[in-house]
């Protein structure tokens, strides 16, 4: 169980919290309901969860989007705002496309990265350069 606390725009994720409030996350996009059932958001516990009200600055004329925003501890996150009219809801992916590449053992003791052996890997993503790691033993 978690308790949710409010968190000031200090402790916000840098995803949104260097934004204007009514801007869309970097990598913002839209994705299917076949796509959010297999998302990390069954997956993993967010560590923000934030509501928002945001506006393309270049198509002024178009209805704002209003969601609610959750974020994960790699930068990414995942939304859902509701189609009231239309009774659906929509469903969003922010931030990075990971694309890990595992580092080796050696690479991770230069880089000064754990690695704590054959069972460990430690991955970084080619894009946005977060690492990884897991314990493949368990």
């Known amino acids: 169980m978690m308790k949710l606390v409010y968190a000031d725009k200090a402790d916000c994720p840098e995803i949104t ?3 204007h409030p009514n801007d869309f996350p970097e990598g913002w ?3 299917t309901s076949e796509e959010f059932a ?7 516990s967010p560590t923000h969860i934030e509501y928002r009200q945001m506006y ?3 198509m002024i004329h178009e209805p704002m989007t ?10 990414t996150g995942i939304a859902m705002s509701q189609d009231y009219w239309n009774k659906k809801v929509l469903y969003f992916k922010f931030g990075c496309d ?11 003791g230069t880089r000064g990265f ?7 890997h430690v991955y ?9 790691s897991t314990d493949s033993s368990d």
């Open 17 to 19: 919290g260097s934004i």
């Open 56 to 58: 393309n600055g270049t």
């Open 66 to 75: 209003a969601a609610k925003l959750f974020h994960f501890h790699d930068g």
């Open 98 to 108: 990971h694309k890990y590449n595992e580092l080796s053992r050696q690479e991770c």
């Open 114 to 120: 754990q690695h704590h052996g054959m069972c460990w």
């Open 38 to 44: 297999q998302s990390d958001f069954f997956m993993y």
């Open 124 to 132: 970084e993503c080619a894009e946005c350069g977060n690492i990884m």
């Open 29 to 31: 996009r839209e994705i």
